[in-house]
Structure formats: structure tokens, C-alpha cells
């Protein structure tokens, strides 16, 4: 679609030499996903956060995770108007349509659980009142990997609930080349501009969900879930939520290619950024492997559907 290719096209204006990782960022934001973005310190984790921001005409809020960031920060709270005499609700900066959270494992337990309510319902409660949020709604969190001083783990549960994990890694020598021209002048980053309304973005997430996939295909699906829980380096495979938001994925990357059915190919592809997050291993596949390679593992085991027949809907 043309839309999809203008928003590509835009963040690529930043993000140089990385398609695949901006088709990421699109499947998640057209299956109403939300995105954790993980490597090491400098490989343009934020500029991927703000390009896709600031490419979508709609809010945009910064949070900077620290130590010391209360939920109040984030959510909102309630307080005393000494000049009215009564209580009122100021909201945090999570409302909005696209949020950014840097370096979320910063911040303490206390407040990376305030995001729990925000991510699963896309509402907040403020002292037993519940606020909707603007529609649509995607968080981008970033957190440096092999970073370990000052940084808390995010839990399962918060893990779980972000639709996939995007690993940037080192650009190649061309692109890097590429980008210190592009750079030298000015920041792209600072001239891009929206090409696609909020309403846009919304008629995609609708198409997404008219998405068919064929039996098999489910089924080739759930042999990858099944086969994660199976795995004798796992301790805990990929949740029926994950099972969802792999569903959800694969509807968005049909759209992404402009076909309104799955195949096995989108499933293979998403499999690593879906799932591999989701996993707890064993301390001995602590010890021996990587859950990256845990789900190249589950793929090299499960039969792929043959039979085009999905391909004929």
C-alpha cells in the first residue's frame, strides 16, 4: 500500500540500511502492538522510536525512565487544589498516541508496573477513576542490553505484554557511510515530517484484523507455540497472549505486503521478534544457548505446510 510505503520510506530517511527493522516496527504499530527496542547503547534505538513518532500525525510524549520516576509520573494523579478546596486529576504524560520510554529498565519495579493497566487495556486508573486512551496507542520502549549497573529486569508479565523485541545491531559499512553524510549537514531527524494521519493508522489495524489465515496456516502456528513449550532447554514457552499477539503479527505483515491472507513465511519471519522474549529458559539453556536460537531451534522442528491452498482464498 502506498501509505505504508510513505511511512517506510520517511523513517528510512533516519534509519539507514535497516528495511527489516522497520517493517518491524510497522507490523507492531498495524497489529496495535507495542515494541521493545534492545542493543547495546548507540545503534539508534530512539531515533528509530522518534522517526516513527514523528512520521504519524498524532501526540507524541518523551518519558525518560530513571531511578527515581514515580507511576505518578507517568499515569497522572490526584490532588489538592488549595484555591478550589477540592481534589482534582492531573494526567501524566502517557496519554498520547505514540510514547516513547527510554531506557525502561531503569526505572524501579514500582513504576514499570504502572505500565501494565496502560499496555493490556489502554486505559489508567487514577484513584478508582478509569481514563481511556487516545486511539491508536503505541509504546516504544528501549532498554541497552548489556548494560547491568543501575537497570532492573523488566518481569515476565511486562515482557508478555509487548507484541515483539527489535534488535538493531551494528550498520554495515556502507550504510554507516551513508549516515555520517547524511548527517554532516544536519539531522534528518529534526526536518521529517507526518505522512500519515492517526485515522490512517486506524483503517490499517482494521484491515489487519479482516486478515484470513487458512487452517493449516493456524495450524503450522500453534505447532511453533506448542513446540516452545516443549523444548527441553525451556522452562516457560510462549503464553496464550503470545499466541494472540503472534496471530496479530502475521495479520499485520500480510497487510505490510499487500495480501489479504498469512502464509507460512510471515509466521517463520516473526517468530524470533514474537516469541523469543517470551521464553524462560532452563538454568542449563541459560548456560548453553540464547532464546534467539531456542526458536531457530522450534522452526528446524516444525513441519511447514506444503499445500498452497491458503493462497487460494
Known amino acids: ?31 496495535r502492538g507495542h515494541i521493545l527496542l534492545e542493543d547495546v547503547p548507540g545503534t539508534g534505538k530512539t531515533s528509530l522510536a522518534k522517526s516513527l513518532a514523528k512520521s504519524v500525525d498524532g501526540s ?26 477540592d481534589f482534582k486529576t492531573r494526567t501524566g504524560p502517557i496519554f498520547a498516541n505514540v510514547v516513547l520510554v527510554d531506557e525502561i ?5 514500582r513504576t514499570q508496573s504502572a505500565l501494565l493497566e496502560v ?34 529486569p523488566l518481569p515476565d508479565a511486562q515482557l508478555d505484554r509487548f507484541l515483539l523485541t527489535i534488535r538493531q545491531g551494528y ?8 549516515m555520517l553524510r547524511r548527517f554532516r549537514a544536519n539531522d534528518p531527524l529534526l526536518s521529517l515530517e507526518s505522512v500519515v494521519t492517526a485515522e490512517q493508522v486506524l483503517q490499517l489495524q482494521e484491515q489487519a484484523q479482516r486478515v ?34 503472534f496471530m ?7 497487510v505490510l505486503h499487500g495480501r489479504d491472507y498469512c502464509t507460512p513465511e510471515d509466521f517463520r519471519v516473526l517468530a524470533g521478534p514474537v516469541c523469543a522474549h517470551r521464553l524462560t529458559l532452563t538454568l542449563e539453556g541459560e548456560m548453553k544457548t540464547t532464546k534467539n536460537q531456542v526458536i531457530m531451534q522450534v522452526l528446524d522442528r516444525v513441519r511447514v505446510p506444503v499445500e498452497s491452498v491458503y493462497e487460494k482464498l
Not at 121 to 140: C, D, K
Open 60 to 85: 507524541f510524549q518523551r518519558l525518560q525512565f530513571t531511578s527515581d520516576t514515580l507511576p505518578g509520573d507517568v499515569i497522572g494523579l490526584e490532588y489538592f487544589d488549595m484555591k478550589e478546596s
Open 212 to 245: 484470513t489465515i487458512h487452517e493449516d496456516v493456524e495450524g503450522y502456528l500453534l505447532d511453533i507455540i506448542e513446540e516452545t513449550r516443549k523444548h527441553e532447554l525451556v522452562e516457560i514457552g510462549v503464553s496464550p497472549r503470545g499466541s494472540l499477539a
Open 171 to 178: 550498520p554495515a559499512r556502507e550504510h554507516e557511510l551513508q
Open 248 to 254: 496479530r503479527a502475521g495479520q499485520a505483515r500480510a
Open 119 to 152: 499496555m493490556e487495556e489502554r486505559t489508567v486508573t487514577i484513584s478508582g477513576q478509569t481514563y481511556a486512551l487516545p486511539n491508536p496507542f503505541v509504546v516504544i520502549a528501549t532498554q541497552n542490553s548489556l548494560e547491568s549497573a543501575g537497570t532492573f
Open 1 to 31: 500500500m502506498s501509505v505504508l510505503q510513505d511511512l517506510k520510506d520517511n523513517v528510512a530517511k533516519v534509519i539507514i540500511g535497516k528495511d527489516e527493522t522497520i517493517e518491524l516496527a510497522l507490523v507492531a504499530l498495524v497489529a
Open 105 to 109: 529498565n531503569r526505572a524501579v519495579p
